[in-house]
């Protein structure tokens, strides 16, 4: 089916609030990883979220050109191609924009989807996320509510983040953070739903001990009542209906009943990138293992053609992340959730 428009996107975002289920939010960097997460959704009969990040997007674009806001509509349009051949429902998303990177990847995208609607055409991305969250908390609120306003007037819903997810990814390390920074307060997600949810829908960051990266299981730690203290802030403050949309970042190495308590405390989106990365990658190490003397040219010999070509490990690169994307699925309780055509 088509790349779902703002109204379905509130659908599967209120089913999932509704039946306490996150849908894994895939980033993706490739032709190659857009298939992937096309085939575990499809595997798991979930609808879900493809994402591009600055760094996905500018790898995308090639090295001759190495545009993270070309690449990430090459991939978008991908995708909205693609996805019409399958019976789950899409949503496309933008990662992690810091600051610095909102007149070069940020503001491009929305422009690209005001240049669409004008067509007649649907959206680019039905969301994007803006991270001010290593400005202080009234400068970050500021800034989202200026990106904001262009997102409501083109029907996109906006991801903020307050408090810093630890660790690296795409090159932004915050691994040195104080952490105190690592988990958002009461008092920050209240100022968020006053501020930005009065313009209109848009989901929160929120953190709890969060990091990215590659953990073993149990060495995150984690504080998940941080997310139920918050959102009763808000309900007391602003009213039950008033309850925030939240985003699990940095989930590699939390525990699975840690990530069960989030979807009680209203997490209806759960980022991944770290462990289909090493899904994907873990296949092709094994293909070359097994037949180092047909992918190299050995000693002046000419190979095997059959397993050097990409195609061949590339369907067992697809493959592999497609099926650890249905375990997110499962894991996050979104599988046979899909709306299908009933959206």
Known sequence: ?????????CQMLDNAKKNKFAYPAINVSSSETANAALLGFKMANSDGII???TG??????????????????????????????????????TDHCHPEYVDSFLKPLIEETKKRRAAGLP????????DGSALPMEQNIAESKKIMA???????????????????????????????????TPEDMVMAAKEIGSMGRFLLAATFGNVHGVYKPGNVKLKPTILRDGQDAVAKALGEDTRLDLVFH??????????HETLGYGVIKMNIDTD?????????????FKNYDGVLKVEGEVGNKKVYDPRSWGKAAEQGMAERIAQACRDLRSENTSLGKNI
């Not at 991801?159 to 691994?175: A, F, K, L, Q, R």
């Open 1 to 9: 089916m088509p790349v779902v428009n703002y109204q379905q996107y």
């Open 51 to 53: 994402q591009v990040s």
């Open 56 to 93: 996905g997007g500018k790898f995308a674009s090639g090295q001759a050109v190495g545009s993270m806001a070309k690449g990430a509509i090459a991939l978008a349009v991908y995708v909205h191609i693609l996805a019409e051949e399958y019976d789950i429902n899409i949503a496309l998303h």
């Open 123 to 130: 959206n680019l991305f039905n969301s994007h996320m803006y």
């Open 150 to 184: 262009d997102c409501v007037a083109n029907e996109i819903i906006l991801e903020i983040e307050t408090g810093v997810v630890g660790g690296e990814e795409d090159g932004h390390d915050t691994s040195g953070v104080s952490a105190d920074k690592l988990y958002t």
């Open 250 to 259: 940095g989930g590699s190495g939390s525990e699975l009943h840690e990530i």
């Open 276 to 288: 289909t990365q090493y899904a994907f990658t873990r296949p092709v190490v094994d293909h070359m």
